[in-house]
């Protein structure tokens, strides 16, 4: 998650708040993620953390900060959410580029299947960004108007986040890298996927964009 990217969130949930359950979906290494993106624990999970609400970090590897370790692609793997009481908001940031597309609308439908009037969904995907394996990356890149035909929700918020760009990475890179990264692309004997990568080079000349969408059931 881009630091400006946690800040629309955070703009969002802030009119949006009321919700004592948040699923985070797919998390990855929580602990890892307050080390190098701070800002993804402070712009969005501390705000529900003062209001009480219960946090779930969920994902198929047994990271660190994991609270449910559960593959989704499962048939029920979302059973734990019949034992939660009182409403529920799911978060799906930067998720669905990392899945297969043929298996975004059986995805979809199980979370959908799981909200109650008036839960929430969260869905955040880059819209303009380089390749990034994870350990795929399909190159889904869908603009808000697209994602919000993927489930009959009543969407209240949509945007494209600008979010900073490569450019603020490369500088920090000392001088070596920074020549290995400008050459890389003159190698020929790589993996496509490699190449694929090189296209950030790119993003030192024009922002990342994220789309960002949020809406009740």
Same mark, same amino acid.
């Given at each position: &998650?881009?630091?400006?990217?946690? *800040?629309?969130?955070? !703009?969002?949930?802030?009119? +949006?708040?009321?919700?004592? @359950?948040?699923? #985070?979906?797919?998390?990855? %290494?929580?602990?890892?993620?307050?080390?190098?993106?701070? $800002?993804?624990?402070? #712009?969005?999970?501390? *705000?529900?953390?003062?209001?009480?609400?219960?946090?779930?970090?969920?994902?198929?590897? #047994?990271?660190?900060?994991?609270?449910?370790?559960?593959?989704?692609?499962?048939? @029920?793997? *979302?059973?734990?959410?019949?034992?939660?009481?009182?409403?529920?908001?799911?978060?799906?940031? %930067?998720?669905?580029?990392?899945?297969?597309?043929?298996? +975004?609308?059986?995805?979809?439908?199980?979370?959908?299947?799981?909200? %109650? !009037?008036?839960?929430?969904? &969260?869905?955040?995907?880059?819209?303009?960004?380089?390749?990034?394996?994870?350990?795929?990356?399909? &190159?889904?890149?869908?603009?808000? !108007?697209?994602?919000?035909?993927?489930?009959?929700?009543? $969407?209240?918020?949509?945007?494209?986040?600008?979010?900073?760009?490569?450019?603020?990475?490369?500088? +920090? &890179? #000392?001088?070596?890298?920074?020549?290995?990264?400008?050459?890389?692309? *003159?190698?020929?004997?790589?993996?496509?996927?490699?190449?694929?990568? @090189? +296209?950030?080079?790119?993003?030192?000349?024009?922002?990342?964009?994220?789309?960002?969408?949020?809406?009740?059931?």
């Amino acid at each position: &998650m881009r630091f400006e990217e946690s *800040l629309k969130i955070q !703009s969002i949930l802030k009119k +949006h708040s009321a919700f004592k @359950n948040i699923i #985070n979906l797919g998390s990855g %290494n929580v602990e890892q993620l307050k080390k190098t993106k701070p $800002w993804v624990s402070k #712009n969005v999970f501390d *705000l529900f953390k003062k209001q009480k609400a219960k946090i779930l970090h969920v994902d198929a590897e #047994n990271f660190p900060g994991v609270d449910i370790v559960q593959d989704l692609s499962e048939p @029920n793997s *979302l059973a734990f959410c019949d034992s939660l009481k009182g409403s529920k908001l799911f978060i799906l940031a %930067n998720v669905l580029e990392h899945i297969p597309k043929k298996a +975004h609308a059986e995805f979809l439908t199980k979370i959908y299947s799981k909200m %109650n !009037s008036k839960d929430g969904l &969260m869905i955040t995907v880059p819209y303009d960004y380089p390749y990034h394996a994870d350990p795929i990356d399909t &190159m889904y890149r869908p603009s808000p !108007s697209e994602l919000k035909k993927l489930l009959p929700l009543t $969407w209240l918020e949509s945007e494209i986040v600008s979010a900073g760009s490569f450019k603020e990475e490369f500088s +920090h &890179m #000392n001088i070596l890298k920074k020549i290995r990264k400008l050459l890389k692309p *003159l190698w020929i004997f790589q993996k496509p996927s490699k190449w694929l990568e @090189n +296209h950030r080079l790119f993003y030192l000349f024009k922002p990342y964009r994220i789309t960002i969408v949020f809406g009740i059931k």
